[in-house]
């Protein structure tokens, strides 16, 4: 936090001249907020990984104070500076930060047990897909921002990304099919070139996934989804299986499709279109920079005029790339953070993911370990599509950066992510003598935990011959 | 599944490590390129965020400042001199790049040259408003506007005038005509800015050009001078006779070279009377039959011929100064072509030369036979004016010695005195010099030229070039009289009349 408010004081001078005691505002209730959400997480699952939350709360707060001093500058061009707690895209993203915070907490306030959630995969990864068709069924009207369908808009200001939701949806499906499958994915195969290959029906659900992914490609026109639902489900499988040809099998797939919606775009068009002329903005951003390549172009410049070390808090000009608030934040901080501001804000993503994998480790249930793998994956893989898109590793593609970007869906999606992630690796970190059915003493999952935990525990006896309990690593 | 989470792991880290690399790949190894790209509205908000220094001329006359504006550049440009010192000044435009002065001192203008270090901590210590530092210029602003009415008044209203002070290589007054008003190109308004200059890069009399520095032409009769300075370092006296008379016929050809209308060139005459009526016989001859190519090119060089001299030792050459060239004088099979060295010898055939060439020579002679380098950045100051640089005159060469300069002298003060000069008197001064009457194609009007110095009290005072482009015959009289009134601005100044 002092690190937050250091950079809001350090940009609000630069801008302003002075340092007015505005920037306090928003900063008092972030601590707030992160404050009351860490003792809440003490109470309610008081064995959790105690840094998820504070490295969160550092993207969280680096983005809000970024979008505040946007409306900083902005209001500083109209001659104000006085901007009141919640107005403004810093104000309703601090908003959307304390809602977001207030859906995590009451999630883990109801989900006691992360294994409760598999009662409902079949219900909530049905959701899922509802929510992730819903913009591709709408008229473009409701479901179309800047060229992607992947909204539900009500009115003109209001819209939520249905597909942030969906991801965690979906991964519970994903994991709850998968631990009943893993047996006959993994065991039956056919061995070529030493790469052990799935039996053709066991293909299916993958297959389905694919096509799924690929729907949302052509139809939301949308790679960044596509590319972490897919993602999501290949490295679920392959965790689950254990085998290298899931991983192999979907690269292809996924390049193969790919490559298919890029040929196609260029020589049908219709639906492929759009993919075409992303990738094609990626491979010569600079052939029509001021109009096609624009927003990458002015990202790359804005990026490069940061340099080194950037041109300071508050003295760049992130206002002159496009998109600055949602797609392009990590750009427009990039030029004020410099390489280095960004590696650092990179390493705490990188931490997030990591600590995220090591709860997954921790767990002794197959769906924990299934779910916040691919949790803390996705995490990793949006950070990576977004920022690889900014900065021209990838094409460029409509993801948010999570906890930064401004947007409601996405921070109430990530939070709830974050806040499930806390809640197994409190049950990774719980001493294993002190026994879960202690644990879930909710009125609601009374008589649930012994049926639940038969099911995970038994597979995970029977699946993997190597023991995991007590595995600190 | 322990194993595998870790692997995703791994492969988390390495999607994080690629980002890495290509962060460092964008923000490192091309910032630079980002950073200064065409496409980055950055560079110009930060170019016009601080008040640019200004360029004066000799005595403070503002030749370009920055005045804050309202608008999102903070400060514009302009040029209180207009036209005038358009060719030296340049501009600098918004996005239509930049020239001449505004380019070469750009970083130290904009202040962020290397000698400003002090100047910028100084500032964000003391909380002051940075800003650029000011160049001010060797010219003289009186022989600058004498120059520039008496081109714009000339016959042909096109060529160029340049004057230096011989004793240190200062530029004093360069113009070129005819010229343009540099002005509209540094608008905000971007799209009237690139308007303005694409009109005056497709003006047929090509404006833009620097006729005194970015073009050659044939020199005509000022070449002699060349001649003459082979011939007096061969050990030749102006007393020397040599033989004239109205045509001479060089070996291995039938094209006979004769002597311009009005000349009168016995067939007995001295080198310094053939000098002072620029009798061409007698040069051609003298050239094939005692100097040769060889030692005319040697001479050439030494004053500076086929290496553009370097104006503030700027080795970018942002005054976009050209070479003077004297051609091979041989045939295709690499032989001395006699009939090429005869024509070379009076500044016709493959001879071209600058008009800044041209004042070079005069000042050589002047001066005693140092060349002085050439210069136009008399100091850079810092905002609160302490100098950070002032120039030091240096002689980048010494093509004649000390009796052949004085010698040449004599002989230019004669052409002068007695001779086709006549019209470059100033009363009171000694003043020296050579017209020249240049053929550049058949069918076109002559050039006129016209090279030389004033001295006073056998010191010299100033050299000038005037180059009059297709004035016909008498081009080079008016050349002569246009060097005249230039050279006497500049005496006046020095309050030596």
Same mark, same amino acid.
């Given at each position: 936090?002092?690190?937050?408010?250091?950079?809001?004081?350090?940009?609000?001078?630069?801008?302003?001249?002075?340092?007015?005691?505005?920037?306090?505002?928003?900063?008092?209730?972030?601590?707030?907020?992160?404050?009351?959400?860490?003792?809440?997480?003490?109470?309610?699952?008081?064995?959790?990984?105690?840094?998820?939350?504070?490295?969160?709360?550092?993207?969280?707060?680096?983005?809000?104070?970024?979008?505040?001093?946007?409306?900083?500058?902005?209001?500083?061009?109209?001659?104000?500076?006085?901007?009141?707690?919640?107005?403004?895209?810093?104000?309703?993203?601090?908003?959307?930060?304390?809602?977001?915070?207030?859906?995590?907490?009451?999630?883990?306030?109801?989900?006691?047990?992360?294994?409760?959630?598999?009662?409902?995969?079949?219900?909530?990864?049905?959701?899922?897909?509802?929510?992730?068709?819903?913009?591709?069924?709408?008229?473009?009207?409701?479901?179309?921002?800047?060229?992607?369908?992947?909204?539900?808009?009500?009115?003109?200001?209001?819209?939520?990304?249905?597909?942030?939701?969906?991801?965690?949806?979906?991964?519970?499906?994903?994991?709850?099919?998968?631990?009943?499958?893993?047996?006959?994915?993994?065991?039956?195969?056919?061995?070529?070139?030493?790469?052990?290959?799935?039996?053709?029906?066991?293909?299916?659900?993958?297959?389905?996934?694919?096509?799924?992914?690929?729907?949302?490609?052509?139809?939301?026109?949308?790679?960044?989804?596509?590319?972490?639902?897919?993602?999501?489900?290949?490295?679920?499988?392959?965790?689950?299986?254990?085998?290298?040809?899931?991983?192999?099998?979907?690269?292809?797939?996924?390049?193969?499709?790919?490559?298919?919606?890029?040929?196609?775009?260029?020589?049908?068009?219709?639906?492929?279109?759009?993919?075409?002329?992303?990738?094609?903005?990626?491979?010569?951003?600079?052939?029509?920079?001021?109009?096609?390549?624009?927003?990458?172009?002015?990202?790359?410049? =804005?990026? *490069?005029? $940061?340099?080194?070390? #950037?041109?300071?808090? %508050?003295? !760049?000009?992130?206002?002159?790339?496009? &998109?600055?608030?949602?797609?392009?934040?990590?750009?427009?901080?990039?030029?004020?953070?410099?390489?280095?501001?960004?590696?650092?804000?990179?390493?705490?993503?990188?931490?997030?993911?990591?600590?995220?994998?090591?709860?997954?480790?921790?767990?002794?249930?197959?769906?924990?370990?299934?779910?916040?793998?691919?949790?803390?994956?996705?995490?990793?893989?949006?950070?990576?599509?977004?920022?690889?898109?900014?900065?021209?590793?990838?094409?460029?593609?409509?993801?948010?950066?999570?906890?930064?970007?401004?947007?409601?869906?996405?921070?109430?999606?990530?939070?709830?992510?974050?806040?499930?992630?806390?809640?197994?690796?409190?049950?990774?970190?719980?001493?294993?003598? =002190?026994? *879960?059915? $202690?644990?879930?003493? #909710?009125?609601?999952? %009374?008589? !649930?935990?012994?049926?639940?935990?038969? &099911?995970?525990?038994?597979?995970?006896?029977?699946?993997?011959?190597?023991?995991?309990?007590?595995?600190?690593? | 599944?322990?194993?595998?989470?870790?692997?995703?792991?791994?492969?988390?880290?390495?999607?994080?490590?690629?980002?890495?690399?290509?962060?460092?790949?964008?923000?490192?190894?091309?910032?630079?390129?980002?950073?200064?790209?065409?496409?980055?509205?950055?560079?110009?908000?930060?170019?016009?965020?601080?008040?640019?220094?200004?360029?004066?001329?000799?005595?403070?006359?503002?030749?370009?400042?920055?005045?804050?504006?309202?608008?999102?550049?903070?400060?514009?440009?302009?040029?209180?001199?207009?036209?005038?010192?358009?060719?030296?000044?340049?501009?600098?435009?918004?996005?239509?790049?930049?020239?001449?002065?505004?380019?070469?001192?750009?970083?130290?203008?904009?202040?962020?040259?290397?000698?400003?270090?002090?100047?910028?901590?100084?500032?964000?210590?003391?909380?002051?408003?940075?800003?650029?530092?000011?160049?001010?210029?060797?010219?003289?602003?009186?022989?600058?506007?004498?120059?520039?009415?008496?081109?714009?008044?000339?016959?042909?209203?096109?060529?160029?005038?340049?004057?230096?002070?011989?004793?240190?290589?200062?530029?004093?007054?360069?113009?070129?005509?005819?010229?343009?008003?540099?002005?509209?190109?540094?608008?905000?308004?971007?799209?009237?800015?690139?308007?303005?200059?694409?009109?005056?890069?497709?003006?047929?009399?090509?404006?833009?050009?620097?006729?005194?520095?970015?073009?050659?032409?044939?020199?005509?009769?000022?070449?002699?001078?060349?001649d003459s300075a082979a011939a007096l370092s061969a050990g030749m006296k102006p007393s020397d006779v040599l033989q004239g008379g109205p045509a001479y016929t060089p070996p291995q050809t039938t094209h006979t070279i004769p002597n311009e209308q009005g000349v009168v060139c016995p067939d007995q005459i001295t080198l310094q009377q053939a000098l002072t009526v620029s009798c061409n016989t007698a040069f051609s001859r003298l050239a094939v039959e005692k100097i040769g190519a060889?030692?005319?090119?040697?001479?050439?060089?030494?004053?500076?011929?086929?290496?553009?001299?370097?104006?503030?030792?700027?080795?970018?050459?942002?005054?976009?100064?050209?070479?003077?060239?004297?051609?091979?004088?041989?045939?295709?099979?690499?032989?001395?072509?006699?009939?090429?060295?005869?024509?070379?010898?009076?500044?016709?055939?493959?001879?071209?030369?600058?008009?800044?060439?041209?004042?070079?020579?005069?000042?050589?002679?002047?001066?005693?036979?140092?060349?002085?380098?050439?210069?136009?950045?008399?100091?850079?100051?810092?905002?609160?004016?302490?100098?950070?640089?002032?120039?030091?005159?240096?002689?980048?060469?010494?093509?004649?010695?000390?009796?052949?300069?004085?010698?040449?002298?004599?002989?230019?003060?004669?052409?002068?005195?007695?001779?086709?000069?006549?019209?470059?008197?100033?009363?009171?001064?000694?003043?020296?010099?050579?017209?020249?009457?240049?053929?550049?194609?058949?069918?076109?009007?002559?050039?006129?030229?016209?090279?030389?110095?004033?001295?006073?009290?056998?010191?010299?005072?100033?050299?000038?070039?005037?180059?009059?482009q297709q004035a016909g015959l008498s081009g080079s009289g008016e050349a002569a009289g246009i060097a005249g009134k230039v050279m006497a601005a500049i005496a006046r100044e020095r309050g030596l009349m």
């Amino acid at each position: 936090m002092v690190l937050v408010g250091g950079y809001a004081a350090a940009s609000e001078a630069a801008l302003v001249g002075r340092v007015s005691l505005g920037f306090l505002g928003p900063l008092i209730t972030l601590t707030a907020i992160f404050f009351a959400a860490h003792l809440l997480i003490r109470w309610l699952a008081p064995h959790a990984d105690p840094v998820l939350l504070p490295a969160v709360a550092v993207v969280n707060g680096f983005g809000v104070m970024f979008l505040h001093r946007l409306d900083v500058a902005d209001l500083k061009e109209h001659g104000t500076v006085k901007i009141p707690l919640f107005s403004g895209q810093g104000g309703r993203q601090l908003m959307w930060t304390l809602l977001a915070v207030i859906c995590a907490v009451a999630v883990l306030a109801v989900v006691r047990d992360h294994r409760s959630l598999s009662r409902y995969a079949y219900t909530l990864g049905l959701a899922g897909i509802a929510l992730m068709m819903i913009p591709a069924i709408l008229p473009a009207r409701f479901s179309s921002i800047n060229g992607a369908k992947l909204w539900i808009r009500f009115g003109s200001f209001f819209a939520i990304q249905p597909g942030e939701f969906a991801k965690i949806l979906l991964l519970v499906y994903f994991s709850y099919y998968l631990v009943r499958k893993r047996e006959v994915l993994s065991l039956a195969s056919k061995r070529i070139l030493g790469i052990d290959f799935p039996r053709g029906r066991d293909l299916g659900p993958v297959l389905a996934v694919w096509l799924l992914s690929l729907m949302v490609l052509i139809f939301e026109k949308d790679l960044g989804t596509s590319l972490m639902y897919f993602g999501m489900f290949v490295v679920t499988l392959y965790v689950a299986t254990e085998r290298v040809s899931w991983l192999i099998i979907g690269l292809l797939l996924f390049l193969g499709g790919a490559f298919l919606a890029y040929f196609l775009g260029g020589t049908v068009g219709g639906p492929f279109a759009n993919f075409y002329e992303r990738a094609d903005i990626w491979l010569h951003p600079f052939a029509d920079p001021t109009n096609k390549g624009y927003q990458l172009v002015q990202s790359l410049l =804005g990026l *490069g005029t $940061g340099g080194l070390f #950037g041109s300071g808090p %508050g003295a !760049g000009r992130p206002d002159k790339v496009p &998109l600055v608030q949602s797609d392009f934040i990590f750009a427009g901080m990039g030029e004020e953070i410099g390489l280095f501001g960004l590696t650092a804000l990179l390493a705490v993503y990188l931490f997030i993911a990591m600590r995220g994998l090591r709860a997954a480790i921790g767990v002794r249930d197959s769906f924990g370990k299934l779910f916040a793998g691919g949790l803390s994956f996705t995490l990793g893989l949006q950070v990576f599509v977004i920022v690889g898109g900014v900065s021209k590793l990838i094409p460029l593609t409509g993801q948010t950066t999570p906890f930064m970007s401004a947007g409601g869906s996405s921070l109430v999606a990530n939070w709830v992510l974050i806040a499930l992630l806390v809640r197994i690796s409190d049950a990774a970190r719980r001493p294993a003598d =002190g026994s *879960g059915a $202690g644990r879930s003493g #909710g009125p609601a999952a %009374g008589g !649930g935990p012994v049926k639940l935990q038969d &099911l995970p525990t038994e597979m995970l006896r029977a699946g993997s011959a190597s023991g995991h309990v007590g595995d600190k690593s | 599944m322990n194993a595998p989470l870790r692997r995703a792991g791994v492969v988390v880290l390495v999607l994080f490590g690629l980002l890495f690399a290509n962060l460092n790949w964008v923000q490192a190894y091309k910032a630079d390129d980002y950073r200064n790209s065409d496409y980055n509205p950055r560079v110009q908000i930060s170019e016009y965020q601080h008040q640019r220094g200004t360029i004066e001329a000799s005595g403070g006359v503002l030749l370009a400042q920055s005045a804050a504006t309202g608008d999102n550049l903070k400060y514009l440009r302009s040029y209180p001199q207009g036209a005038q010192y358009a060719h030296l000044v340049g501009f600098k435009g918004v996005n239509l790049g930049s020239s001449g002065i505004e380019k070469l001192e750009n970083a130290y203008l904009q202040g962020n040259a290397d000698s400003q270090v002090t100047d910028r901590w100084l500032a964000m210590l003391t909380g002051k408003e940075p800003s650029g530092g000011n160049v001010l210029l060797t010219l003289s602003p009186t022989a600058q506007k004498v120059a520039y009415d008496a081109l714009a008044n000339s016959s042909v209203h096109k060529g160029a005038v340049v004057a230096l002070d011989p004793t240190t290589g200062a530029i004093l007054a360069a113009t070129s005509a005819p010229s343009f008003d540099p002005n509209p190109m540094a608008s905000h308004d971007t799209q009237a800015a690139v308007d303005a200059y694409d009109k005056l890069n497709k003006d047929s009399n090509q404006p833009l050009l620097n006729r005194a520095f970015s073009e050659t032409y044939p020199p005509g009769s000022t070449f002699k001078v060349i001649d003459s300075a082979a011939a007096l370092s061969a050990g030749m006296k102006p007393s020397d006779v040599l033989q004239g008379g109205p045509a001479y016929t060089p070996p291995q050809t039938t094209h006979t070279i004769p002597n311009e209308q009005g000349v009168v060139c016995p067939d007995q005459i001295t080198l310094q009377q053939a000098l002072t009526v620029s009798c061409n016989t007698a040069f051609s001859r003298l050239a094939v039959e005692k100097i040769g190519a060889d030692k005319l090119k040697q001479t050439a060089q030494a004053f500076g011929f086929e290496k553009a001299p370097l104006i503030d030792q700027d080795s970018r050459n942002v005054m976009g100064v050209v070479a003077s060239h004297t051609g091979s004088m041989l045939d295709q099979n690499g032989q001395v072509d006699q009939p090429t060295v005869a024509l070379s010898a009076i500044g016709q055939s493959n001879v071209r030369m600058t008009p800044l060439q041209g004042a070079l020579i005069a000042a050589t002679v002047a001066n005693g036979g140092s060349q002085m380098r050439p210069y136009l950045i008399n100091k850079e100051l810092t905002s609160d004016r302490t100098p950070t640089y002032v120039a030091r005159p240096q002689q980048q060469s010494r093509p004649i010695d000390q009796s052949v300069a004085s010698d040449l002298q004599t002989m230019m003060v004669s052409v002068v005195e007695n001779g086709t000069g006549r019209k470059a008197q100033i009363s009171g001064l000694q003043v020296g010099g050579k017209t020249g009457t240049a053929e550049n194609g058949t069918g076109n009007p002559e050039h006129g030229w016209f090279i030389g110095f004033a001295m006073k009290n056998g010191k010299p005072v100033a050299a000038v070039a005037v180059f009059l482009q297709q004035a016909g015959l008498s081009g080079s009289g008016e050349a002569a009289g246009i060097a005249g009134k230039v050279m006497a601005a500049i005496a006046r100044e020095r309050g030596l009349m």
